[in-house]
T-cell receptor, first 111, second 115 residues
């Protein structure tokens, strides 16, 4: 059974700082790896989707990497802004879109 | 931009009552899903649905739960007799392409509170 773990559980940084969120998963036989953002009381917004054959994806200030062999993914956020404050979820994709979610990292970017 | 919509945003019900949560997936999507998130816990898979039948379901999705696509636009989750532990945020999601490479789009969720 796939398990997804995210470290740290919470992170507080000053505005402008670069930061890395870490994710590990136990079963490397994944179809893809996604990073979602969840704002309080809101739905899930997909940030980046990395296919199993890819090593990284970039979107604006975000860069996500995937190392299937070691069961790790990272989300790098450059020049963080207060609007980046949210919970970031690492999600592994298996067959039939049976996604396995991590518990998330709660990010607070202080002005 | 097309989006998945869910209603109601919040429902409060008494234990033992039936609840129906509604979802309107993105119009050209063919695969539909329900996930739930109990407060403070991980998002969990409930069920996937394609071609008017369940493709896969988790152990959480017991006989109290059912899903239906009653018309061309709605996708519903019914909980027949709610329990306290059913209190959670329920997320609907849809995707166009079942090939396990596409992007899953989530709605904003329906918060269910069982008293």
């Amino acid at each position: 059974k796939q398990e997804v773990t995210q470290i740290p559980a919470a992170l507080s940084v000053p505005e402008g700082e670069n930061l890395v969120l870490n994710c590990s998963f136990t079963d490397s036989a994944i179809y893809n790896l996604q990073w979602f953002r969840q704002d309080p009381g809101k739905g899930l917004t997909s940030l980046l989707l990395i296919q199993s054959s890819q090593r990284e994806q970039t979107s604006g200030r975000l860069n996500a990497s995937l190392d299937k062999s070691s069961g790790r993914s990272t989300l790098y956020i450059a020049a963080s802004q207060p609007g980046d404050s949210a919970t970031y979820l690492c999600v592994s994709g298996g067959s039939n879109y049976k996604l396995t979610f991590g518990k998330g990292t709660l990010l607070t970017v202080n002005p | 931009e097309p989006e998945v919509t869910q209603t109601p945003s919040h429902q409060v019900t008494q234990m033992g009552q039936e609840v129906i949560l509604r979802c309107v997936p993105i119009s050209n999507h063919l695969y539909f899903y329900w996930y739930r998130q109990i407060l403070g816990q991980k998002v969990e898979f409930l069920v996937s649905f394609y071609n008017n039948e369940i493709s896969e379901k988790s152990e959480i999705f017991d006989d109290q739960f059912s899903v239906e696509r009653p018309d061309g636009s709605n996708f519903t989750l019914k909980i027949r007799s709610t329990k306290l532990e059913d209190s959670a945020m329920y997320f609907c999601a849809s995707t166009e392409d079942r090939a396990d490479t596409g992007e899953l789009f989530f709605g904003e969720g329906s918060r269910l509170t069982v008293l």
